[in-house]
């Protein structure tokens, strides 16, 4: 009898203390890890997350004054050609900077094109759209921040207008889902940098406005390189855009 109480003394203390060390490990967890996992306990966050791994934010819809376009007179196919060839430069890379429309996006430049804003905390890859179609756009937007068609290159006159999706707070870092979250805070004065080509272009901030989708972008000085960061507003949500206005510094 005495054998048999003891042989089942041990399991039984075992199974005991192993559900309260369960209980104290997990506590502890989520105490040192909270911020990490937050969001797991907003349930219209995690329901979000669970439901399509993205927030629920499109593709920035954008319009670009009709003052701010260069119309050129059209040329023939030998005339583009041999502009283009003209236009080109040793140290940059040929059709490369460009992602085909429907598929995958690639980004097959072997020299960096990047956006960093240091006050964020902000580093993402610029991938080079070819096209405005809503749907593509917004799945190139899950490689990095994306570079909307017909915008000129880094230190050329002109604009450049670049998308990102923006997140609810709390949001979990995945893909790009947070990258322009919280551009509402860049102030008139803060950087910018674009990296392209290995080299660094320094922009200013010099205004931020909140517009409707669909409606004009602030004005430009077409004798100027302006970058347009754009994003949905508020952050999560598709009602309007959050527009951050920046030149290039001399």
Known sequence: MEAKLGKNLIPETVESLWKPFIIIFAILYIAFNWQNISWLFNYKVA????????????QPAVKVPVTSVNVQPEKSGEEVKEQENDNLDDNEPVETDKVVAGQDPVIINPRSFDISIAKLGIKAPIVVSDT???????????????MYPDSVKPGQNGEIMLLGHSAPPGWPKIKYDWVFS??????????????????VFNYTVKKTVIILPGEELPASNLDENTLFLISCWPPGKDYKRIVVKTTLME
């Open 132 to 146: 405005a179609d809503n749907a593509i756009i917004h799945k190139y937007l899950d490689s990095g921040v994306v």
């Open 47 to 58: 329901g979000q997350y669970l439901g399509d791994l993205k927030p629920a934010d499109k």
């Open 182 to 199: 919280r551009i509402n805070e860049l102030a008139v004065g803060d950087n910018v940098a674009l990296t392209y080509n290995g080299k």
